[in-house]
């Protein structure tokens, strides 16, 4: 069994050439009649490169065998690869064999590896000469252009999430995807609330004595709002049912009522 590759020429151009340009857009909607911020969203622009290359490669196996003396041939269609689908569309010719290589390799009544070792040994050489072709064209020099742009785009989002604590799409709303500021005002929103939130955080930690002995200490003005303190008058009353003492008789619950105490302290209700 031997691989053949022969060189045929399509009729039709290949249409789907790389899109030249990604184009920002703000998506603008509203929720319940109230508007919401824009977020920015990008797209491919309609326009293509060309595709000028013809270029198809028919991949077949071939296997010479005598049958009363003579000598003669099967012949083992494997599928036709465009010069851009060896490129980089599908890059691998198992993805152009319809029910895939192992089917293929079943029929032929030989194992996987032996059909990847028998194509690709023929292959090879010709995808390494199409790809440095191809490498030189205005159209991969734009694909990689596109690729560079957009994982910058992913790890900006992804940077910029966990710097304020925000979904990553919040990003959106203030950036598109070649990172230029669209909504300055958005951005500050963000800003500020994420000062806001830590100054609220502190506050709450300062409640909280910095010492080794794990102690408490009381802070000179409650940092809890009047819903907050609601919330956590109802916590003091279920807790001090739980562990008063005249409801659990036979067991020592003084240190839990210790802790609870200091706790309705500095909770200050």
């Known amino acids: ?41 990008w797209k491919w622009s309609e326009e293509r490169f060309e595709r000028p290359h013809l270029e198809a490669y028919k991949i077949s196996l071939h296997q010479s065998y005598r049958e009363n003396g003579a000598v003669k041939k099967k012949q083992f269609s494997v599928c ?21 290589e192992n089917a293929l390799a079943e029929k032929l009544g030989m194992e996987t590896d032996e059909l990847y070792n028998l194509i690709d040994g023929k292959l090879e ?66 800003k500020a609330e994420r000062k806001a939130k830590r100054s609220y955080q502190e506050s709450r930690r300062s409640t909280y004595g910095g010492g080794t002995s794990g102690s408490y200490s009381v802070p000179p003005v409650s940092t809890y709002t009047e819903d907050e303190t609601a919330i956590l008058r109802g916590f003091y009353r279920s807790l001090s049912k739980t562990y008063h003492p005249d409801l659990n008789p036979g067991k020592d619950t003084t240190a839990e009522m210790q802790m609870l105490n200091r706790l309705k302290e500095l909770w200050g209700v």
């Open 1 to 41: 069994m031997y691989c053949v590759i022969q060189k045929i020429m399509l009729k039709k151009r290949n249409p789907f050439g790389e899109h030249k340009e990604i184009i920002p857009y703000p998506l603008e909607m509203s929720i319940n009649g109230v508007e919401q911020t824009p977020v920015w969203c």
């Open 80 to 100: 036709t690869m465009s010069y851009y689908d060896i490129c980089g569309d599908f890059g691998w010719w198992g993805d152009c064999i319809i029910g895939g």
């Open 125 to 190: 050489p010709l995808r390494k000469r199409l790809e440095e072709e191809f490498h030189q064209s205005p159209e991969y020099a734009a694909k990689q252009r596109h690729r560079s742009i957009l994982e910058a785009h992913d790890k900006a989002r992804s940077a910029f999430a966990k710097r304020y604590s925000v979904d990553v799409d919040e990003y959106d709303r203030c950036y598109d995807v070649f990172g230029e500021l669209r909504n300055a005002a958005y951005l500050e929103k963000i």
